[in-house]
């Protein structure tokens, strides 16, 4: 999924609205340049490799999780949210129903959990195909499923972000929580792949 055209577009919109905002003495530069380098500072995947990992090995955490996101992650010090607070859903994959996450209006991702989105995810393409054929865009990630496997989108929006908790590899089934976090990648947190 290419979305280069996307993302230069975006990136004039954003500097634009920044020299806007510059203009009108609203905010520096220097300052915006500071909040955007603290939200990511503490955005990485590994945040949502660590709360799977938790998932895997604690069965009441789990249910927690899967009952109110928000506060489960907040346990582990986590927040659903970039700049301001949303709901958090996390939607688990089993052997038989294999959930995917998208925005399709814009690029609503949980940055916190996941780092910063990758570009075939804020792309047209992505946002529009995988709603309407999963299956198709899925074989272009590489992952291929059964036919019997229910595929269910999840649409992120301003309010609720959404994360997949992937199945736990058979072969990890002895493995320590802090072994477990090296498993889970973002494409896995997104959906896009399965460990």
């Not at 009441?60 to 301001?84: C, N």
């Not at 990758?118 to 272009?140: G, H």
């Amino acid at each position: 999924m290419s979305g280069t055209h996307d993302d230069a577009l975006i990136s004039r919109q954003v500097r634009g609205l920044e020299a806007l905002l510059e203009e009108r003495g609203i905010v520096a530069g220097a300052v915006l340049d500071e909040a955007l380098d603290a939200f990511l500072a503490g955005s990485s995947p590994l945040n949502g490799a660590r709360v799977v990992a938790r998932a895997w090995t604690d069965p009441a955490f789990k249910e927690r999780l899967l009952t109110d996101g928000t506060s489960a992650v907040a346990e582990l010090g986590y927040a659903a949210g970039g700049v301001q607070p949303q709901r958090l859903r996390v939607v688990e994959n089993t052997a038989h129903v294999h959930n995917v996450i998208v925005c399709t209006l814009c690029s609503c991702y949980p940055v916190r959990l996941l780092g910063p989105s990758p570009s075939w995810y804020k792309s047209e393409a992505y946002r529009s195909r995988v709603v309407r054929e999963p299956r198709a865009v899925l074989a272009e990630f590489g992952l291929l499923l059964p036919a019997d496997t229910q595929i269910t989108v999840w649409d992120s929006s301003a309010e609720t972000r959404y994360m997949v908790l992937p199945r736990r590899p058979d072969s990890a089934a002895s493995l320590p929580e802090a072994d477990l976090v090296g498993l889970v990648t973002r494409n896995a947190l997104i959906g896009t792949a399965q460990l």
